[in-house]
C-alpha cells in the first residue's frame, strides 16, 4: 500500500528518463575506448585503422552487405550453418540426457565416454568430420554442421541429464501420492522441471557453436560463411581489408550476443519464475 | 502492563536521564507509486541497563526502527537520541548481532572476534586485544572452538560467536535482530539462558527484535509490541513483572505468565491481526 | 467412533553402514478416530516425521503395520494426501493449474465440468481467488501452503497428514492459518494427522496430542486429550482455565526430553572418550556378579537360573546369590556397591531413585520383573471370631471399636503389597495411617505377632498366610490376584551406572532370568523347584510349607475348601517378565498418595529413566520373544476404578482418601558439569 504520492508523474518521460540514465554510464565508457583507440591509431606509419578510419572504409561493405558475397550474407550463411547443427544437438542432446538421467545404466555406462569427449576441442573434430563427409555433395558444408552438432551436443546432454537426476523431492513425493503414471510423470513433473537445466545447457551449446563455426570455417573455406569471409580479407590484404576485418569480428561478437539473448530469452518464457 | 497514548509522558515518570530516546519517529520511503510511510510517530525510551523486545508481524517496520538505533537507516521526521547525541551512522557503541551469523567464513572463530576487537580498541596492546578475544570467547564457552572455522561448528555456536564479537568492543545497546530465529527449540533456550546470564552479569542495554513471545516474556523488561504497517506505531508496552534472575520453569508457572503471555496473544492474533494477500 | 488408522505396533529399524542398526521407532501402536484431529509432537529426531512418513506409505514399517480402513499401506496414494512443510507445489503449475493436476489426475471418474467446479471451490476455500492465476513463485509462504492445503483437500483424501505445515512461517504468521485449516477440517471432519513441534498449535488444533520420546528407539511417551470446545477460536481456547495446565504438561514432557537427550550425548561424548574397552568387549563384562534376595518362593527364578545352569548358559559363571534378612538391608547392599544386583520389592527401583524416607537418591534401573501376585492378606483369628469376613465387616468392626488400636504388619512401606492392602483399605472407607497403625516387620515376626494377638492383620507371601492359617491363628480375608490380578511383586534391580558399565552383563543376567521364569512357570518343574527352594542355602525351610499355592490348592481359612489359584505364583506367561511403565506408574501415584514420596511432575522421565526396556528388549529379541508391551493401556482394579496411564493427575485427584499429593520435579542427574559460562568475566 502507498499514500498518494505528491509530484504529478507521467509515465512515458519517467520511463525515458529511466532508460536514458541507464545509458550514460555504457556510452561514456565505450566512448572512452574508441578515443584512446583513435588516439593510439592516429600516428602516420600506424597499420592499424582507428575508428574513423574504420567506418568510412567499410560504409560500402555495411551498405553492399546482402549482395551476393556481401558480409551480411556470409554472416546469415554461418548462421544457417549453425541453426542445422544445432538444432540436431538440441534435439538429440535432449533425448540422451533424458535417458542417461533417469536410466543408472545408461549412466554409469556413457558418464566416462562423455566426460573425455566433452572436453575436445571443436577443432580438433574438424580433419575427422571433413573425411567423414567427403563423400556427400557439399562435403565442406556438411563437414561444419557435423562440428556444430557435435560442439555443442555435449553440454546440452551433461545439463539435461544433471536436471533429471536433480528432480527435487518434493516434486517426485507429489508423484507418488497423486500415483502420477509414466506418461503424467514424464510430461507433468519430469520435463517442466528440467526445463531450466536444459536451458543452461543450450546456452552454453549455442556460445560454443558460435565460436566453433567461425573457427572452422576459416580452416575450410570452400563452403564460405564469415569466417571464410575474414580469411579471404586476411589473405587478400587489400588497402580496406583491415577495416572490414574489424567490422566482420564486432560482427560475430554481436550475433553472438545475440544469439545467447536469444536462447536466454526463450528459456524465460518456458521456465517459471 | 500499560497502554500508552501518550508515552513520554508515563517514562518521564522515571526521572531518570533518558538513555535512548526516540522521539516521534517516522520513515517515509519514496516509491513509484508514491511514498509508503513505515513508521508513524515512533516514541520510545529505553533507561541503560534495560532489556527490551520489540515484537510485531512482519512489516511492521521493527526492523527499521532498530536499524535506526544502530545508525543503519535515518529517520525522515523525529529523531534517535543516545545519551542526548543524535544517532547518524553505525558505531561500535550499538553492536548488532544478525540472525545470520554474519561471521567471515573464510577466518576462525578468533579470528572473527579478534577482528572486531582491533577494529575498535587499536590504541591496545596485541597482548591486551589477544586477552579480551579470549576472555570473551571463553565467557559464551568456545574456549575449545577458538581456531574452527563457521563452516565447522553449529548454528548455536555460531550465534555465540556472534554474540562474543558484539561483547567484545563493550557496546553501550546490545542490538539483537531475531538471533536465535534460525536454532532448534533447545539450542535456542541454551542460548536465551547465556544471554540472560551475561545481561545479568554486565548490565548492557538490550534492544532485542524476536517473533517469539515465550522468547520476550522471559528475557525483557518491557516487551513493545507494534501496530501493522504501514504507518506502524508501538501499540502497547507489556512491563514483564518476573524477579530476576529468572528461571525458565518458575517464570513459565507464574500465574502472571499466562496473563502477559495472552494479553500479548490477543494484541498480535486479534486486535491487530496480520492478513497477508 | 469408528477406527479408521490402525498404527499397529510398529518398528522402524535402519541398518547402520559400520553394521548394526539404528531403532528410529520401537512399538509404536496408535488408533486413529475418524474425523479425529491427531498431532505428533516431540524434540527434532524423534521419529515423528518417520511415523508420519510410514502412514503416507512412503516408507515401511520394519515390524508392524499400518491399516487403514481395513487395508494395510505399502505405497503413498491420494486416499493420504500429505501437505508438505516446504509445500512441493510445482513452480511452473499457477494455483489452479497446482490443485488441478491433482484433481484431473485423481478423480478421473468424474467429468470434466465437476472436476472444474471441485477445484474452483477449494480455490475460494482458502481464500485464493484474487491469486489463483499466480505461480508459486509469486506467492508468499503463507499463500504457497494454503494452495498446498487445498490440492489436499481437493482430492478428498480420507487422512489429510501434515508435516510441520507451518514451520517455515514465521511464528506469527502461522496464526491465520492455523486457524483457517481448523475450521475448514471442522466443517469437512477431514481426519488428520499433524506432525509439529509448536505447543500453541498442537494444542489448538488436535484432539489428541501424541507426544513422542527422543530416538532411538522413540515410542508414544504420552497421549494428552484436548477437550476443548469446537468450533474452537484461539481467543476462547487460550483463556480457557485448562489451557496452561495443559500446555505445562506438555511442556514438561518435552523439557524432560530435552534433558534426557542433554544426558545421552553426555554419554555418547564420554564414551567416545575415556573407556573403548566397554564396547570392544564381546562377552560379558563381568562373570562375577553378586544378586542379592529376601529368601521367599518368590525368589524361585533366582534360584532354578542358579541350579539349573541358566546363568552359565549366559556367560555369567559365577553369580552368587547372597540371602538377606529384609528388603532395607538388600537396599543399603546395592546403593554401597555390596551387591551387583538384587531382587527388589516392585516399588523400590523408584523409591530408591527418587530418595523416599528422606534417604540419598540412588538411581536405580530394573530391566525385568521376576514374580507376579503371591501375597495375600490375613486377619487374626479373633476378627474371624467377630464375624469378618470381608473388607466391608473389616471396616464394620474397626468403626465399632474406634477407641481400640487395629495394627497392621507390612514388609515394608514400598512393598507393591503393601501399596496394595493400602488401596484396598482404603476403598473400603478404611484411612490406612489414621484408621489402623502400620508397622514395618519381617513376615516371620508378623506371623508371631498375629498368634499373640499383637496385629489384627497383615499383608505377606507365602509361607506366612498359609502358616497362619495352619495354626489356626489367622485366615486370609484377600489374595492379591483379587485385588489386581497379574500386579508386579517382585522386579530385578541395579545400580544405573552399573547398567551402564555393564551392559553386557545386564543383558544376559536379563536373559537368564527369563528363561528360569519360563521354568518356574512350567508347573510340572515346580515340585523340582521346592525341592530347590527349600535347601538349607536357600529359604531352610520344610518343602511342605512351600507348597500352597505354588503347588497345592490354596486354603483361606480352615472351614473353607482350599481352591486352586493356578496364577498365584506367576513367573513368565503374558510377559509377565516385562517391565511395564503403565504399572510403575501406578506405584509413583500410590506412593505420593501415602506420602512416601511426592509425585514426580517429570514423570515419564522417571519413568523412562528407571523402568529400562532397552535392555529388556534386547534381552527378549535375543531370546525371540516379544521385546515390549503396550504401555497406554488403561489398568482396572478390582473396586473398579480405571487407572489411565496417560493421565495420573486426574487418577490422583479422583482417590478418595489420599494425603495431600507433593508434585515436584525429580531431578536425580547428577549437576550438569559446569560450563566455563557460568564463572566468567569480562576483559577490558
Known sequence: MATASARPANPIVEKATEILQSLIAPVVCSSAVLLVWQLLCSSADSKMPGPIKVITQTIGTITGGFAENGIWMQLLNSLTRVGMGYVGAAVLGIAIGVAIGVNKFLRDGFDPLIQILRTVPPLAWLPLSTILFLQTPKPAENAGIFLIFITAIWPIIINTCVGVQQIPKDYTNVAKVLRLSGKDFFFSILIPSTVPYIFTGLRIGVGLAWLAIVAAEMLSTGAGGIGAYIWNEYTSMLDDSISKIILAVFSVGLVGLVLDRFVGWLGSLVVAE | ?277 | MTILVDVDHIDKIYPLKTGGEYVALRNVDLKINQGEFVSLIGHSGCGKSTLLNIIAGFEQASIGGVVLSGKQITSPGPDRMMVFQNYSLLPWLTVRQNIALAVDKVMTDLPAAERKDIIEKHIDLVGLRAAADKRPGALSGGMKQRTAIARALAIRPKVLLLDEPFGALDALTRGNLQEQLMQICEEYKTTCVMVTHDVDEALLLSDRVVMLTNGPEAHIGRILNVDFPRPRKRMEVVNDPTYYPNRGEIINFLNQQKRDKRRKARKVSEEKTSIPAVTAVKTVEKSVVTLGYVPTTDAAPLVVAKEKGFFAKHGLTQVELIPDSSWQTIADGLANQRLDCAQLLAGMPLAMSIGADRKRPTPIVTAMVLARNGNAITLSKKLYDDGVRNLKDLKKAIAATPDQPHSFGLVDSVSMGSLLTRYWLASGGIDPDRDLSLSIMSSAEMKNQISKGFIDGYLASEPWNSAAVKDETGFVVATDLEIWDGHQNKVLGVREDWAQENPKTHVALVKALIEACEYCDDRRNREEIIKMLAKPEYLNLPAEQLRPGFIDPFQRSLDQAPEMLVRFNQYYVEQSTCPRRAEALWILTQMARWNITPFPKNWTEVLERVYCRDTYGQAARELGLPDSVDDHESVKLFDGLVFNPDDPMSYLASLKISHEIRVEEIVFEEAPAPRSLRSKSLAA
Request: a negative charge.
Open chain 2, 1 to 277: 502492563m500499560q497502554t500508552l497514548t501518550n508515552p513520554i509522558a508515563v517514562n518521564s515518570k522515571t526521572g531518570d536521564q533518558p538513555f535512548l530516546l526516540i522521539e516521534e519517529v517516522g520513515k517515509v520511503y519514496p516509491t513509484k507509486k508514491g511514498d509508503y510511510t513505515v513508521l508513524d510517530g515512533v516514541n520510545l525510551t529505553v533507561k541503560e541497563g534495560e532489556f527490551v523486545c520489540v515484537i510485531g508481524h512482519s512489516g511492521c517496520g521493527k526492523s527499521t526502527l532498530l536499524d535506526m538505533v544502530s545508525g543503519f537507516n535515518t529517520p525522515t521526521s523525529g529523531k534517535v537520541l543516545l545519551n542526548g547525541k543524535p544517532i547518524t551512522k553505525p558505531g561500535p557503541d550499538r553492536m548488532v548481532v544478525f540472525q545470520n551469523y554474519c561471521l567471515l567464513p573464510w577466518k576462525t572463530v578468533y579470528e572473527n572476534v579478534n577482528l572486531a576487537v582491533s577494529a575498535v580498541f587499536p590504541e591496545k596492546s596485541k597482548a591486551e586485544r589477544d586477552e579480551i578475544t579470549r576472555s570473551n570467547l571463553h565467557m559464551v564457552g568456545l574456549d575449545e572452538a577458538m581456531n574452527k572455522k563457521p563452516g565447522q561448528i553449529s548454528g548455536g555456536m555460531k550465534q555465540r560467536v556472534s554474540i562474543a564479537r558484539a561483547l567484545s568492543i563493550r557496546p553501550e545497546i546490545l542490538i539483537l535482530d531475531e538471533p536465535f530465529g534460525a536454532l532448534d527449540a533447545i539450542t535456542k533456550e541454551e542460548l536465551q539462558e547465556e544471554l540472560l546470564e551475561i545481561w545479568e552479569e554486565h548490565r548492557i542495554t538490550v534492544m532485542m527484535i524476536t517473533h517469539d513471545i515465550d522468547e520476550a516474556l522471559f528475557l525483557c523488561d518491557r516487551l513493545v509490541m507494534m501496530s501493522n504497517g504501514p504507518s506502524a506505531k508501538i501499540g502497547e508496552i507489556l512491563e514483564i513483572p518476573f524477579d530476576r534472575p529468572r528461571v525458565r520453569e518458575e517464570v513459565m508457572e507464574d500465574p502472571r505468565y499466562f496473563k502477559l503471555r495472552n494479553q500479548a496473544l490477543d494484541f498480535l492474533y486479534n486486535r491487530f491481526a496480520h492478513h497477508e494477500d
